[in-house]
């Protein structure tokens, strides 16, 4: 076995002791779980790894020191350890071993893990199919909104500032082309051409589109409305895409995780200038129970 990921994603690697817990948390992440009795010598020498096995077994430690093998770690290696009389050991011996963060294994250890950044987002991992979709009647609106999520996206999980003149630019455009197409086509063409968060965020700004041109808004509160359409979804850059994709039940964890995204959105668009507080209340609370 070579690496066991070349490309720099995650992987989960567990002994017998913690095979069920991995496996979860490996499902969770979107990483692949890998026992540590199959890796081969040097095999996680450039992998971001969790690592969920028992410090104190030296079968364990020889394994993962063959795994690792010699030379400075180039790649995140999280250990998890239990709490308890044997704690301070455990971190003793991940340090030995090249941790580059120790995590107690429990109830808050995915969402620990999530906040290393390791795992895909929505963003430049979201399915976009733009062949033929500018020359396409309303097609070049929903270029341009999308290529204005994915810089919102990325602009949360990097920090970077929001250009809000973008934003708008954007909205206007998605209100264009619905008045070009119609609501049925422009909404069918999303739906043709992207999937999940971005889907959903594009449907959203076009039905408030819509909305605002049915009503008759002003232009400035149709701007309003689109923008916060359009924003309202931004905090589930943080949240990963085996979480916001899974087609199953989530656990109570995961939804615990999936549950952050309006207040993490409204963390960063608070710290950003010039946004109206009608935009950043439909962020915080697009989730709540009238």
Known sequence: MGDVNSGGELAVVHDVFFVDHAR?????????????NGL???????TNVVIDANLQDLAAIAALKSAFG??????????????????????VQAAALGASRTLIRGKTTLTEI????LVPRPGAATLVQHDGLADRPGGGSIV???????????GVVSGQPLDMGQVTAASAQILNGMSKVGEGAWLDLVRAHHEGTFQHCLLVAGVA???????????????LLVNAAMLHDVGKAVVPLSILD???RLTDEERAV?????????????????????????????HEML
């Open 144 to 154: 341009a909104a999308s290529g204005e999520l994915a810089r919102l996206f990325d």
């Open 40 to 46: 081969q010598c040097k095999s996680l020498s450039n």
């Open 246 to 248: 899974k087609p199953g």
């Open 258 to 286: 999936i549950e952050r995204h309006p207040g993490a959105g409204f963390d960063y668009l608070a710290k950003q200038s010039g946004l109206p507080k009608a935009v950043l209340d439909a962020v915080l609370h697009h």
């Open 114 to 117: 999530l906040k290393c950044d």
């Open 70 to 91: 010699p030379g400075p770690r180039f790649s995140e290696r999280i250990f998890l350890v239990d709490d308890g009389l044997q704690l301070r050991a455990s971190r």
């Open 24 to 36: 979860k948390l490996a499902s969770s992440l979107g990483a692949k779980a890998c026992d540590l």
């Open 209 to 223: 589109a819509r909305y605002a041109q049915f009503t008759g808004l002003r232009r400035e509160y149709a701007h």
